[in-house]
C-alpha cells in the first residue's frame, strides 16, 4: 500500500515522491523495478523523484559494486536515470550509484541528480561512511568507499535542495553547511536494528532545526542475500510532522512540499534567524 497525503496545499506546492525498493543482486531486475515505481510517481503528479541508497545493487559481496561502479558521465546506470528523468519529465534524485573512486578497489557512493532534460544536474558523494558492530552484525563501508568531500545543493522546481546520503543523518552540522534549504533528500539503505530506533527521530529532528522538508527513500524488507533494512521511507514537513510512510517492501510515498508552509513556520519560530552562530 502507497501512503500519499495533501493537506490542503497552496497553488504554488511541488509534488515529491520517495521510492522504497528491496533490491537484490540482480542488477537489470533492479532497473526493471525502480523504473515502473519512477513512472508510478510520475504518473501520481511528482515533479520530483528520489530513488534510496543502492537501488541498482545489494549484495553480501561488498566487492560486486566496484565491477559494475562508472565513470562520471558514462554507464549504463547513468544512462539508465538520465533516460527515466526525460521519459517522465522528472527531477530525478538517483538514489545512490557505484562511481569510479581516486584509490583503487574502491568506489564513490554518489547521488547524481537530473532534470527533465536529462541534464545532470548535481552530483554528491556520500561523505561520512557506515561502520557498525553488534554481535554477527557488521559494517565497514570504508573498506570499499571512499568519502566524499564536499557539501552539494541545487535548485529545483520547489526551491533550494540539499543531498545527503544515509549515515550522513546523523551529523547535524553537515545540514547546517547547507544554508538555507526548502528540502533535504536522504537516500539509504538504514539497517533494521539502527533504525527501529534512531530512523524517525533523526529525520524529524533534521526537518525541525532546519524548518524544511526531508524526504527519505529508503531499502525496506529482507533481500535475497539475507540482509534486512528498515524501510520506512518517510516524508517529513518543516514541523516534523510525518506526511507519508511506508513500512517495508516495494513502493511510493508523496506528498506536497508547499513553500507557504515553509515560510510560515520560520515566521512563527525564527530559529534559523536566533542562531548565535549563523554566518
Known sequence: MNVSVSPDPSPGACRIAAIQTVSGPDVAENLRVAAALVAEAAADGARIVALPEYFPLITPDETAKVAIRESEGHGPLQDFLREAAMCHRVWLVGGTIPLVAEADGKVRNSTLVYDPSGKQVARYDKIHLFGFRKGSEQYD???TIEAGREVVTFDGPCGRVGLSVCYDLRFPELFRAMGKVDLIVLPAAFTWTTGRDHWEVLLRA???ENQCYVMAPAQGGRHPGGRVTWGHSLIVDPWGEVLACRDEGPGIV???L???RIAAVR?????LRHRCLAT
Open 141 to 143: 563501508e570504508a573498506a
Open 206 to 208: 533534521r526537518a525541525i
Open 254 to 256: 508523496a506528498a506536497d
Open 258 to 260: 508547499d513553500p507557504e
Open 267 to 271: 515566521e512563527s519560530l525564527p530559529a
